[in-house]
């Protein structure tokens, strides 16, 4: 652990009672990586590391899972993700100008976070709403055919 913080130590002790929990089942490197993303908040390198020795498994495949799956982050995202789906029917239907709007409204691009860190902005292939696209999710709660500034901007404004 590079800081021996009280706070940080207990992070990593959550970290490892799931370690430990997870340790005996069948391939639980997913679960523990989505367990510590939720302890940590995302990702960094530093718990890639404690993780890969704490179960004796190469850092090059947690870092491989890690950047593999959308799901994870290396980086600190915001108190709010904005899923926007990109898929065939959300792109056809108006996903890059759903796009271009949060970019505006948030002064962010796509990735990035905002400064006060209540919003993040990524992109997904699919959410499984294509009947309502263009779709985009924030945080669990998906929202369809959102085809004005002023919606998304009332929408945004009850996140914030």
Known sequence: MANNSPAK???YQKLQEVIDEKKGLQNPLIEILHQAQGIFGYLPAEVQQYIAEQMNIPIGKIYGVVTFYNFFSMEPRGKHVINVCTGTACYVKGAPKVIQMFEEELSIKMGETTKDG????TSVRCVGACSLAPVFVIDNETYG???AR???VKILDTYR
């Open 9 to 11: 130590n207990l992070l």
């Open 118 to 121: 209540l919003f993040t902005l």
């Open 145 to 147: 055919r959102v085809d």
């Open 150 to 152: 002023k919606k998304l």
